[in-house]
T-cell receptor, first 114, second 115 residues
C-alpha cells in the first residue's frame, strides 16, 4: 500500500538557519504530494502542494520539488523564523481510484530558537 | 469565505458513553473526510462522505460511524467510548470526492478526552 516516510524529529534550529525535512513516498502512478503544518492546538494547514513530477510547490518561503526518480518531496526553507516552529506533515493522495484518501507521514516537530 | 468549522473544540466524556462531533465544510464543498490523530498512531483515515453517501472507510471498528446531511454538514459518532479513543478528530473538506488533485482543507479539530 501507499506510505510516506519522514525524517525523524525533533529538529531544533537557530533563527535564520537553513531547513530541510526529508520526505520519501511509496505509491503507484503519480500521486499528488502535500506538506501540511500544524501549530500547537490547531488543525492542519496546507503549506504547499505538487501534482506532477518536477512541479515545485512554494509558499511563505518554503519550497518542495516533486522528484519522481527518487520518490521524494523534501521541504526546504532558506531562513527559518521562530514563528515557523510547528509540526510538519508530508502526505500523498493517490492519482486514481474511487477510494482515495490522504496518507500521512509521522510528522516532524520543528523548534526554532531566537 | 468561511473555512471548515468543527464543533465542539473540546469534549470530555466517560468510558462507555457515546459522542457526536460535527463538521461544516467550506461552502460548496460536498466531500467531507474524518481523520483521527493520536501521538502513537499519527493521522489515520476514518471515512469520507460525498453527497450524503459514504465513499470510503478506514480500518476502524463499527463503533465509529458517520453521516452527511443534504447541506453537506457531517457528523461523526463514537459509541461505547474507550480510553484509547482519546484523540484529536480532524475533519477535512474538498470540492471533489477523493480530494481531487488539490487535496483537502482541514478544520481545527475536536479534542476528545475519554476518562
Amino acid at each position: 500500500g501507499d506510505s510516506v516516510t519522514q525524517m525523524e524529529g525533533p529538529v531544533t534550529l537557530s533563527e535564520e538557519a537553513f531547513l530541510t525535512i526529508n520526505c520519501t513516498y511509496t505509491a503507484t502512478g503519480y500521486p499528488s504530494l502535500f506538506w501540511y503544518v500544524q501549530y500547537p492546538g490547531e488543525g492542519l494547514q496546507l503549506l504547499l502542494k505538487a501534482t506532477k513530477a518536477d512541479d515545485k510547490g512554494s509558499n511563505k518561503g518554503f519550497e518542495a520539488t516533486y522528484r519522481k526518480e527518487t520518490t521524494s518531496f523534501h521541504l526546504e526553507k532558506g531562513s527559518v523564523q521562530v514563528s515557523d516552529s510547528a509540526v510538519y506533515f508530508c502526505a500523498l493522495l493517490p492519482s486514481s481510484g474511487s477510494a482515495r484518501q490522504l496518507t500521512f507521514g509521522s510528522g516532524t516537530q520543528l523548534t526554532v530558537l531566537p | 469565505k468561511a473555512g471548515v468549522t468543527q464543533t465542539p473544540r473540546y469534549l470530555i466524556k466517560t468510558r462507555g458513553q457515546q459522542v457526536t462531533l460535527s463538521c461544516s465544510p467550506i461552502s460548496g464543498h460536498r466531500s467531507v473526510s474524518w481523520y483521527q490523530q493520536t501521538p502513537g498512531q499519527g493521522l489515520q483515515f476514518l471515512f469520507e462522505y460525498f453527497s450524503e453517501t459514504q465513499r470510503n472507510k478506514g480500518n476502524f471498528p463499527g463503533r465509529f460511524s458517520g453521516r452527511q446531511f443534504s447541506n453537506s454538514r457531517s457528523e461523526m459518532n463514537v459509541s461505547t467510548l474507550e480510553l484509547g479513543d482519546s484523540a484529536l478528530y480532524l475533519c477535512a473538506s474538498s470540492g471533489q470526492t477523493g480530494g481531487g488533485i488539490y487535496g483537502y482543507t482541514f478544520g481545527s479539530g475536536t479534542r476528545l478526552t475519554v476518562v
